[in-house]
């Protein structure tokens, strides 16, 4: 079954309460998100998720070079930051589209939807 990765973005400035407006709509969003984890593991959907800290706290490594250079701070410098995801499973697009509505709609947050890819992705250039 193809697999799909839901990627949760947020702003990269956090209030006390993350990106919630306040205490009460932080714990019904982590309620309402649990609740939807666990209608993914019960329809055999779930395959990882979790957040993450704060963009503030990324390290880049690039080692390309013969020493590795390492960087404080996301790679990107952007008003918003991957702040958590999904892998799961779906039969395609229009199912995993279906499932970041509703996941979008209890982390109360924007979500992208991208396919891994597979092995037939590079098929043709293999048999080249």
Known sequence: MPRYLMSVFGPTERTEFGDYGSKE??????????????????????????????ATTATV???????PVLTD??????????????????????EALALATEASRACRGKVEVRPFQ???????????
């Open 118 to 128: 597979t092995a037939e992705d590079f098929q043709g250039l293999l048999d080249s």
């Open 73 to 94: 701070g996301p790679y990107l410098e952007s008003k918003e930051h991957l702040g958590g995801f999904w892998v799961i499973e779906a039969v395609d697009l229009d």
């Open 25 to 54: 709509e932080m714990l019904q969003a982590f309620a309402d998100t649990g609740a939807f984890n666990e209608k993914l593991e019960k329809a055999g959907k779930f395959v990882f998720g979790d957040g993450l800290a704060e």
């Open 61 to 67: 490594v690039d080692g390309r070079a013969d020493q």
